[in-house]
């Protein structure tokens, strides 16, 4: 009786570690959900933080699932669905709402082309997450592109607080983010950033600082964030090209050759006799 009294209270616990995680994304989705929802009332400032919030949530989950050990086949297909909708229908509905639609066809059908490529991302990130590089993702991932969007309609709301009727900019961008992400421009992963290992102390004044940062002006400091890690996956492939380039391979043996020359002086110099 005992044993099996202990049997059942390990599966209750199996079960209930298999739920934790699949609770956060759940929320995510209620997020993402709560997002399409307020866009459509125009509500687009809490449509805005909502994707934010869903992106901590999406971020979270898989920690807690790898931390329970409890990752499993359904908590990857769940997780890609809520995904979809959070980081794929909502901001593109919200950019719609927000600053498309006086576009007509070009504005819904850059909407659409948002969430089909964001489907696209996250169909080749689990088809090709064994073979993936851990450092870098390949192409622009959905949720930065839909925290980027989000961030915009947060920063411009703080700056200017309406936006005009027709902006082509912002047309442009949604096709440049979609193409992003169907890329294989590389973008880091930060999956690799471990503060487990870390000296503690350093790793607590570098989050503090961080939410200080943010905290100072938070709609002006997301969007700048959100726009550098943009922008660093251009920056990163320019680099390569350099470094592939010949001015490139030249600029490295130009700034490499003083110190080949002066290591093999060294080698070649024989060690003094001794009586």
Known sequence: MRGKRKKRFKDKQRK?????????????????FYAIISAMGERYEAAAVAIF????????????ARLT?????????????????AFGVAPALLAFQWALAPFGRLGWLAAFMFVVCGALRLARFNVQKSVEDVNYFK?????????????LVLFVSFWEGELETRSLPILVMIYVLSFFMVSTIPYYSFKKLDLKHHKPFNALVSIILVALVIAYKPMVMLFLIMLLYILSGPTITFYRLYRRSPFGKQAVDTSGAPEAKRLSEKEGQEPAETH
Request: include cysteine.
């Open 139 to 151: 192409g622009l991932p959905i949720p930065a592109a839909a925290c980027f969007i989000a961030s």
């Open 69 to 85: 050990r409890s990752t499993s086949q359904f908590g990857v297909e769940f997780d890609s669905l809520s995904d979809l909708v």
């Open 16 to 32: 209930s570690i298999y739920i934790l995680p699949n609770l956060f994304t759940a929320a995510s989705l209620f997020c993402g």
């Open 53 to 64: 919030l869903s992106g901590v949530l999406d971020g979270l989950d898989g920690r807690v």
